[in-house]
């Protein structure tokens, strides 16, 4: 009962990804058969993905689909959430600081990030291999194969 | 004659130092990534695409390749060392190579692996100089109404072949059609879809979608199993050798693999991974002693380690005689060309015959290498295994990142990666392939400039997608596979073979 629920809940949410991106294609010119315009495709893509989330809600009440294709809600479990969110948090700010703080440094600290998660809370080896991986990775790319790496706080590298 | 002609001038080419290094660094990253589970070689393709910037296309194209057919090779390792696959299309060599394995013959389904993926991969390149120079002919006759039905075709067979429901597999191309259509329109220059944002102008970096997609993705879904320790069966190199019997059994197995593989490779949509379901389960019909499928038959790990390889070899034909990617990897093949400018499709083997020739003869040299690399080598690979995931895992995610980067040096991909990379968590989790979505994504430019040229050339009469005979065999057999998949019977063999991968 849950995964039929839960199905046709999917095929709602396509239905309406399906209808944004109708009403998207329609701010462009849509043109004729004979000259399709630039929203042409995209309406006909957004019509598509609603058709296909409406036969999935259909599909669902009517069973015609094998029960282990449902997505259940011990399914969707998330094994480890901390440490996921805690990886996901140490690399978003490794985008927002990468160009203003440099590579190398943003580098290393997200490194020393990650593996003090991982080498058990061991503070020197976490920093041994986060100097190292920073270091070699900046001399690889940076160095050897020209990758335009951003300088940062560090302008002299 | 001229092929033959064609192939030395392709040995010059592949010969040449910095081709040959390049090659050997594409086969020993291939193996690596294949050997090593949690990374791909779509991931590693993207990674190292950027680097390729800075070469000339065919020493790019030599190494991109050498990493796909080298990643074959390696799978098969971690499958029958560890029982986890290192890629997708080792999986069913788990199967039969860990039980053998587990009965302390390692070493001969190793060897049997290596040495029947050098063989299918080598007969694989024979169909490959033969058939891209035929199909490049017939495909000149192609027009828009054709190219577009084609796509459709390929669309719908990597959604039929994908695992789990064919819904979700149309929903996923569907989405990937859209997230195509971002940035300037093919045919009046206008920006689309870009919500004020300069990053989108230019539409969804390649790259960074895919790394997202696979790369980061792969690395959250593996943060849960960081605990799994790993227990890598000992060989060693002496025993890697298959005896008499061994080769007896295996002979055919590796010969049907091949051709198996070899067809399959070649349509859109398929690829490695589906030819070693298929040989497997050929060779389970074929066999006098199917019981033995799944407690050590060396068949098992022959036939499909054959087809994956023969795959890898035939999915450059539609590539290099349409332009048509026919997988994910072909994909980022296809954009590695662009980005240099070199457009693939039949006129690419008169017009770059250095790019054609000059990858199929590296791949007969980087098959002789991976076969070296597999054998007197295996020892240092499985040293290489027991590195645990916890210590690569922020390496991985680190040359995500500069890989996403360097290609314009845009911190804006980055963010465009790490979304895709939640996306593609998510989408996992919830049983969604990102497969489909990364094809369409490709496609999607070609499919839409072909369909609104073939409308603009029949008057917008949609009869010319029917009428053309070629468009009209290949939107039937799309139509055919996809209702197909609702029927009740076949849509429960569909199942039974598809989720053998699990």
Partial sequence: MVEKETGTVEGIVWIGIGFVICLLALRFDLGSFHQPGPGFVALLTGIFVAAMGLAMAIARSVHMRRPQQSVS?????IGAWPRLVYTLVLLLAYIILIEPAGFLLTTFLLMFGLFFDLEKKNYFWSLFFSVVTALVSYLVFEVWLHCQLPRGILPWW | MTILHDLFYGFGIALHPWNLLSCFFGVFIGT???????????GAMSILLPITFGISPVTGIIMLAGIYYGAMYGGSTTSILVNIPGEAASVVTCLDGHQMAMKGRAGPALGIAAFGSFIAGTLGLFGLMFMTNALAGVALMFGPSEYFSLMCLGLSLITYLTQGSVLRGLVMAGLGLFLSLIGQDVITGQARFSFGLMGLIDGVGLVPLVMGLFGISEVLLNLEKLGQKREVLKTRFKDLFPTKQDWRRSAKPIGRGTFIGFLLGILPGGGAVISSFVSYATEKRFSKHPEEFGNGAIEGVAGPESANNAASSSGFIPLFSLGIPANVIMALLLGALMIHGVKPGPLLITEHPEIFWGTVASMYVGNAMLLVLNLPLIS??????????????????????????????????????????ILGYVLRKLSYEPAPLVLAFVL????????????????GSIGIFVTRPLSAI??????????????????????????EED
């Fill in chain 1, 73 to 77: 809600a011990e399914h969707f479990q």
């Fill in chain 2, 32 to 42: 690596l990534v294949g050997v090593l589970p949690g990374i791909g070689p779509v």
């Fill in chain 2, 380 to 421: 240092v690979w499985v040293q290489i295994l027991k590195v645990p995931y916890r210590t690569l895992f922020p390496l991985i995610l680190l040359f995500c990142f500069i890989g996403a980067y360097s290609i314009s040096a845009n911190v804006f991909d980055l963010y465009v990666m790490f979304v895709f990379g």
């Fill in chain 2, 444 to 459: 999607g430019p070609l499919l839409e400039k072909n369909l609104r040229q073939a409308l603009i050339l029949s008057d």
């Fill in chain 2, 474 to 499: 290949c939107l039937l057999i799309a139509a055919a596979l996809l209702l197909s998949a609702i029927i009740p019977f076949v849509q429960k063999r569909r199942s039974e073979v598809i989720t």
